[in-house]
């Protein structure tokens, strides 16, 4: 019976599977941070509980931590007593932890994957939703609430009720200048917010092929933003060449690991539950212009009526999205004006995201009044990028070169919007307030984000030398 | 976790779809390390509006949330379960919810009925018609009730966040029975090991 991947990650972490209860399945790796970790470990002290498997557990400080050198202590008492609970109880139950300013600490997401932690075969789970990410490498990954946290720290393993399976194929190449993130918002406006739930969503077809693993990371990443708790993509080469570089083993070790990690693919004619195609060719560079990850539109269009949405309800929600956006409908969306630009997050931090920025902004200046900052997923990847001179291009441009965290992602920390205030991010959720109280977030790829940036308002990287 | 039977109060229609994690609890209330207290950062983005529904005197007290499609999508923050709660609401309903949002409520024993969208539509309507009207929420019978308009609906919910509902289980003690099966499965598992070298 061929099996799809993820009934084969399924399959092989089934610990037990008791009648009247959920299947229980190991999980190989779990990362945790700051923020949805400490009522966990209240939890376990408080029923006397120890964590069973320390060293399958890592963790790092993102979420709230600012993004200023360092050396700089942190203001917010309320943020400071969390990370100060962070460092507490990772020495407590012998937890390995990077924490800020450590020379491999980042985003969670991001640092997995570049410390070799995250392997193709792997569960993976995480108290963050994004945790999908990792699924780019072929493991089963996804995000968990504070009660579940608890419950993988306690038992390394986790209830989970079968999914169901859904293909997304992309045939086909994309066109010039479309990057894995406006591949991403295509599939989650087809998708819907809704539409990926229940569901685990593999991502297959030749320009998911054609993506490097930075790529794919970012398609994985929002699977959650279609309402899929875990996005997948089978190992090929571009997952080993990339193994190569972040496993440290000898070679032996490293070719033994690999031809397993090879298989961890779907069967040729496995059945999924459900299917969907896009046409590569159809994709544009796009970005959001509501209050859902799924109201895009071409970055070449205009703002959408609601009157053109047939069913009354959608109308509403599109309404009430334009009035919080301050947008009128028919605007062309490159006469959107804006006053921030954000480059991070765990959808665009990575190194490859930095570069694209970068050659855009390479020689020339931000827009006056724009305020644009890029903050590196991680150490490594600001070591790396600064390596480059990258940091150099985007400092003489203007931008703000920050160190890693979460940042304007989730505006937990001093990086936020002012009301009113409008950005191009290329983050993953424009929901209400999303970066700061009142704030207006239009998600984009990071070449668009950085010729917004020196224009002032959205605009595609072929506009800049105009 | 207590068990929950049936629940039953006045109800307050939250008309909006798409309410995701972020309306429920902003991010700047994740900062705290307890577990309680987060009532008053529940939907604290709208709270400063009078109008909003819940500010006003006819819902007061109310303990049912009505809702819409896709209630509590995005972030998996088991906050918003903590501030709903920590508000006073025992059973959410809306047509669908957003998954890691659903377990986290069952964790905790908030019950999240899922209704059709022409019943929920009617539900909005009785209980806007009359905000004093009782709504019960019967997990047992899975059944939601508005004995006073005689109207009534079945809804589903998954067997096992129904046991776990009305047992009031610990999950973790639950697991821990396994112990020998979780140690048997890692003597043989095929283990990827997690490293303790990690690249420059």
């Known amino acids: 019976m061929p099996r799809t991947l993820y009934e084969k990650l399924f399959d092989e972490h089934l610990v037990a599977s008791p009648p009247d209860e959920a299947p229980l399945l190991y999980i190989d790796l779990h990362l945790i941070h700051e923020v949805t970790s400490p009522q966990a470990f209240d939890g376990l002290r408080l029923a006397s509980r120890r964590v069973r498997r320390p060293e399958r557990t890592l963790a790092t400080a993102d979420h709230n931590v600012p993004t200023d050198p360092p050396s700089t202590p942190v203001s917010d008492p309320i943020s400071r007593r969390q990370l100060e609970a962070l460092d507490e109880n990772c020495r407590e139950f012998g937890i390995t932890l990077f924490p800020r300013g450590d020379e491999h600490q980042g985003i969670v997401h991001v640092i997995g994957p570049e410390l070799g932690a995250t392997q193709p075969g792997m569960t993976i789970v995480c108290g963050d939703s994004h945790t999908s990410t990792h699924g780019a490498f072929g493991a089963l990954a996804f995000g968990i609430g504070t009660s579940e946290v608890e419950h993988v720290l306690a038992t390394q393993t986790l209830p989970h009720q079968r999914a169901r399976t859904m293909a997304v194929t992309i045939d086909g190449t994309v066109p010039p200048g479309v990057s894995a993130k406006d591949i991403v918002l295509a599939i989650v406006a087809r998708l819907g917010t809704g539409g990926g739930a229940g569901h685990v969503i593999e991502y297959r077809g030749q320009a998911i092929r054609d993506l490097s693993m930075e790529g794919r990371m970012t398609i994985c990443n929002m699977s959650i933003e279609a309402g899929a708790r875990a996005g997948l993509i089978g190992v090929d080469d571009t997952t080993i060449d990339y193994l190569r570089e972040h496993v440290i083993v000898d070679a032996d070790e490293f070719a033994r690991l690999a031809a397993r990690w090879r298989t961890y693919v779907s069967d040729d004619d496995a059945p999924f539950d459900r299917e969907v195609t896009l046409r590569a060719e159809d994709l544009v560079p796009s970005v959001t212009w509501g209050t859902n990850p799924a109201q895009v539109v071409a970055l070449d269009g205009v703002v959408p009526s609601p009157q053109d949405e047939p069913d009354p309800a959608q109308a509403e929600a599109a309404a009430r999205a334009l009035a919080y956006m301050g947008l009128e409908p028919g605007t062309p969306m490159r006469a959107v004006t804006v006053d921030v630009v954000f480059i991070g997050s765990c959808t665009n931090s990575r190194l490859e995201d930095l570069r694209a920025a970068a050659e855009v902004v390479r020689g020339r200046r931000v827009a006056d009044g724009v305020r644009a900052l890029v903050v590196p997923g991680s150490h490594a990847v600001k070591r790396h990028a600064e390596s480059e001179g990258l940091d150099r291009v985007f400092l003489d441009a203007g931008f703000e070169w920050r160190e890693p965290g979460c940042s304007m992602c989730l505006g937990m920390n001093p990086d936020q919007l002012r009301p009113g205030q409008r950005s191009a991010s290329t983050s993953n959720r424009n929901f209400e307030g999303r970066q700061g109280r009142g704030g207006r977030t239009h998600l984009v790829s990071p070449a668009v984000a950085a010729a917004t940036a020196l224009m002032g308002r959205f605009a595609s990287p072929t506009e800049v030398d105009a | ?200």
């Open chain 2, 1 to 200: 976790m207590n068990p929950v039977r049936v629940v039953e109060g006045r109800a307050v229609p939250l008309e909006r779809s798409d309410v995701d994690t972020d309306q429920i609890i902003p991010s700047e209330w994740l900062k705290r390390v307890e577990r309680t207290g987060f009532g008053r950062g529940l939907f604290s983005e709208w709270r400063d509006d009078p109008d909003f529904v819940l500010n006003q005197p006819a819902y007061a007290g109310a303990t049912i949330l009505v809702a819409q499609a896709r209630f509590g999508t995005g972030s998996s923050r088991e906050h918003a379960v903590w501030a709903l709660m920590d508000y006073g609401f025992t059973a959410v309903v809306a047509s669908s919810f957003g998954d890691i949002f659903a377990n986290n409520a069952a964790s905790q024993g908030l019950v999240t009925v899922t209704l059709p969208a022409d019943a929920l539509e009617e539900l909005t309507r009785l209980v806007k018609a009359d905000p004093s009207r009782l709504v019960v929420v019967d997990v047992e019978r899975l059944l939601v009730e508005v004995p006073d308009a005689t109207w009534q609906h079945p809804f589903t919910l998954n067997a096992l966040t129904r046991e776990r509902l009305l047992h009031g289980w610990d999950t973790i003690g639950l697991t821990l029975r396994h112990d020998d099966e979780i140690a048997r499965f890692e003597s043989t598992h095929w283990t990827p090991r997690v490293p303790t070298r990690f690249a420059p």
